[in-house]
């Protein structure tokens, strides 16, 4: 059986979003403000930048300052998702986890081996001693052993 695309599953629709408020004459008037103001920063700053170059022996171009690069967004989430997507996905995450007698190294480990001793190693030993019971003797038993030392 091929295995089926993405394309070929019916959708489950899931609710939409809600639409975003729409900006005030004061947001927007705020913004150009605010935008303009860093316009003139810029500018001034720049100018600095190339006077500073011509004051020296050597005059240099400026390069203008590259803006960062802004973070890569997801694309955005599908409005549906079916269970083809799903068993895609359970396919795709069994594929990837090791059968259990596979063993993936990802780096060597420093093993400690044990080397030979050229010379021995005498260490203290403790010394077992054992005590004699005490044997309470009482009867025929103590009598015996005082007469006869048994």
Same mark, same amino acid.
């Given at each position: ?19 975003? %408020? $729409? ?5 927007? $008037? ?8 860093? +316009?003139?920063? *810029? ?11 011509? +004051?020296?022996? @050597? ?6 300052? &590259? ?13 549906? !998702?079916? %269970? ?5 996905? *359970? ?11 596979? *063993?993936? =190294?990802? %780096?060597?480990?420093?093993? !400690?081996?044990? %080397?030979?001793?050229?010379? =021995? ?9 054992? *005590?004699?019971? !005490? @044997?309470?003797?009482?009867?025929? &038993? ?9």
């Amino acid at each position: 059986m091929p295995e089926e695309t993405l394309l070929e599953v019916e959708p489950i629709k899931i609710k939409a979003k809600p639409p975003k %408020k $729409e900006r005030t004459e004061k947001q927007v $008037e705020a913004t150009k403000k605010m935008l303009g103001i860093l +316009k003139d920063r *810029r500018e001034s700053h720049k100018k600095a930048q190339e006077e500073e170059a011509v +004051k020296g022996d @050597v005059p240099v171009a400026v390069e203008p300052v &590259a803006p960062k690069p802004k973070a890569k967004k997801l694309p955005p989430a599908p409005e549906y !998702i079916t %269970k083809s997507h799903l068993e895609l996905f *359970r396919k795709e995450l069994l594929s990837s986890i090791p059968a259990p007698g596979e *063993r993936i =190294i990802e %780096k060597e480990v420093d093993r !400690i081996v044990e %080397k030979p001793v050229d010379r =021995i190693i005498e260490r203290p030993v403790e010394k077992v001693v054992e *005590r004699e019971k !005490i @044997v309470h003797l009482s009867g025929n &038993a103590l009598l015996d052993k005082i007469f006869f030392g048994k």
